[in-house]
């Protein structure tokens, strides 16, 4: 039985360190989706998301607490999950709050043009 060489035990060496450093851990993960996610319901908010389109703004809402309270638990995948699926319904929220806002404006345009 022949033992593979010193060079290519270090290659594999050296290889898994950059994939363990470039994929970064758990805590981090997590930490950051749920400051993107975080950031992305106060620009729905800023876009009156929770009037506008209450379903995914409050949807968001609670992905986000639920990725919050997973985190606290040291559950990093799922919380990094549920941060990324708040960060998508907030964003969804934010475009639709902004274009009822337009048809609004539209509409509202269309009414007083009509007096």
Not at 7 to 31: D, E, Y
């Amino acid at each position: 039985m022949k033992f593979p060489s010193i060079r290519i035990l270090m290659m594999l060496f050296v290889l898994g360190g950059v994939c363990l450093a470039t994929t970064g851990c758990g805590p981090v993960q997590a930490s950051m989706a749920i400051s993107e996610s975080t950031k992305a319901l106060e620009n729905a908010q800023a876009a009156q998301a929770d009037t506008l389109a209450p379903y995914p703004f409050y949807r968001a809402e609670a992905f986000l607490y639920m990725a919050k309270t997973k985190a606290g638990f040291a559950e990093y995948e799922i919380a990094r999950e549920y941060a990324s699926k708040a960060k998508s319904d907030a964003e969804k929220a934010e475009e639709k709050a902004r274009r009822r806002f337009r048809l609004m404006k539209l509409r509202d345009a269309r009414m007083g043009g009509a007096q």
